[in-house]
Every structure is written in structure tokens, then in C-alpha cells.
Antibody, heavy 120, light 110 residues
Framework: QVTLRESGPALVKPTQTLTLTCTFS??????????VSWIRQPPGKALEWLAL???????YYSTSLKTRLTISKDTSKNQVVLTMTDMDPVDTATYYC????????????WGQGTMVTVSS | QSALTQPASVSGSPGQSITISCTGT?????????VSWYQQHPGKVPKLMIY???NRPSGVSNRFSGSKSGNTASLTISGLQAEDEADYYC??????????FGGGTKVTVL
């Protein structure tokens, strides 16, 4: 059974750096074709793709946010970490991690999401 | 990397069919067959409904179908049911190896 779970702070202050961890099970991020992505959703708004890391350590970022994002993985711990710098209240959102397989390039399994509020 | 364009809302009566469009560019929707659709009920996690333009994951009702023509993909829900009332998002892999979502469509069952 494939599962993903996000963890991180529920509240961050403006200008701080957010660090989120996605812990997954049921698959290996060292297996060819496997990827993990981060996606966010502000309250009442649409989904927004943020970043992706693949089995070969290649990383891809949203064009509009790439200067603020860093994605990394620890294969031995089955974890993917996303950092986002210079947080602003507009970054308040539920942050999801999800699995993507290169064979189909869709998000077939999602974590439950973690709500992050940016406020002083 | 602009968001894909979806209608804000679509509605239909029980039993009817509705179609949600998703318009992109030749760099995303029109450039590959990696279009997917997600259903999201309020307060819930998005659920994959269609992948690869027209394929249904195991367990998804065959009332849901997908298609694509040029830069526009479509999701059709036939035999509309009350439980289909939700937000629907399209997504496409892009030529830059990134992913783009649509703005979402709220489906209302009248």
C-alpha cells in the first residue's frame, strides 16, 4: 500500500523559511520512473504545482517560484523535503506531496496535506 | 507556465451529461498525452479520475471519460449523480518537464 504523509510547522512568520517533509511508504524513490512532487492549495483556491524530484535526483520547479524553492530527497529514509524561503501571507495554503510515475505522469497517490499559515 | 483554462462552474441535473473543458498550449495539453483530471470534494484530498487523457484508474466509475482535441482536453461526466458535486482540476505535464494545473471547475448537481 502506497502512502505519503506531510509534516511541518502549522504557523510560520513572514520572511521565515518553511521546511516541509514528505514521508512515504510502499515504493522506493530510487526505482526508475518514480517521482515525488509538492503541490499547494490556498484556502478556496486552485491547486498549484510547486516542485518535483525524480529517482535520478533531477529536480524541477515552478517557474514563478523557483528562486524560493529547494526540493531534496533522502532515499534511505523514504523522505522528500521542500524548503520555501521568504514566506509571505499569500503562501498560506494546504501543502500536499504526491507520487508521480513517469509512465503516466499523473499524481496517483496524495498525502493528506498539511495546512501552513503565514502570519506574524 | 500559465495555468490551464477551465470554466469556473458547470451544472447539470441528475442523469444528465456535462463536459468540462481544459485549454492549454502546444507546450502542455497539445504537446503530449499526459493530461489528467482530479476530483476534490470540500475539505478532501484530490482524487485521480482520469490519466493519460482518457484512461480511468481502477475503481473510478465508467461514467467519467476523457478526451482531447488539439490544445483542449475535456472531462465528461455522464449520468450525473449527487455525489459528483465537487471541484474538478485538469493537469498536464509540460515540455519543460514541469506540471501545470487548471484553475478548477465547480460542478453543481441541480
Amino acid at each position: 500500500q502506497v502512502t505519503l504523509r506531510e509534516s511541518g510547522p502549522a504557523l510560520v512568520k513572514p520572511t521565515q523559511t518553511l521546511t516541509l517533509t514528505c514521508t512515504f511508504s510502499g515504493f522506493s524513490l530510487s526505482t526508475s520512473g518514480m517521482c515525488v512532487s509538492w503541490i499547494r492549495q490556498p484556502p478556496g483556491k486552485a491547486l498549484e504545482w510547486l516542485a518535483l524530484i525524480d529517482w535520478d535526483y533531477d529536480k524541477y520547479y515552478s517557474t514563478s517560484l523557483k528562486t524560493r524553492l529547494t526540493i531534496s530527497k533522502d532515499t534511505s529514509k523514504n523522505q522528500v523535503v521542500l524548503t520555501m524561503t521568504d514566506m509571505d501571507p499569500v503562501d498560506t495554503a494546504t501543502y500536499y506531496c504526491a507520487r508521480l510515475k513517469m509512465t503516466t505522469r499523473d499524481f496517483d497517490i496524495w498525502g493528506q496535506g498539511t495546512m501552513v499559515t503565514v502570519s506574524s | 507556465q500559465s495555468a490551464l483554462t477551465q470554466p469556473a462552474s458547470v451544472s447539470g441535473s441528475p442523469g444528465q451529461s456535462i463536459t468540462i473543458s481544459c485549454t492549454g498550449t502546444s507546450s502542455d495539453v497539445g504537446g503530449n498525452n499526459y493530461v489528467s483530471w482530479y476530483q476534490q470534494h470540500p475539505g478532501k484530498v484530490p482524487k485521480l479520475m482520469i490519466y493519460g487523457v482518457s484512461n480511468r484508474p481502477s475503481g473510478v466509475s465508467n461514467r467519467f471519460s476523457g478526451s482531447k482535441s488539439g490544445n483542449t482536453a475535456s472531462l465528461t461526466i455522464s449520468g450525473l449523480q449527487a455525489e459528483d458535486e465537487a471541484d474538478y482540476y485538469c493537469s498536464s505535464y509540460t515540455s519543460s518537464s514541469t506540471v501545470v494545473f487548471g484553475g478548477g471547475t465547480k460542478v453543481t448537481v441541480l
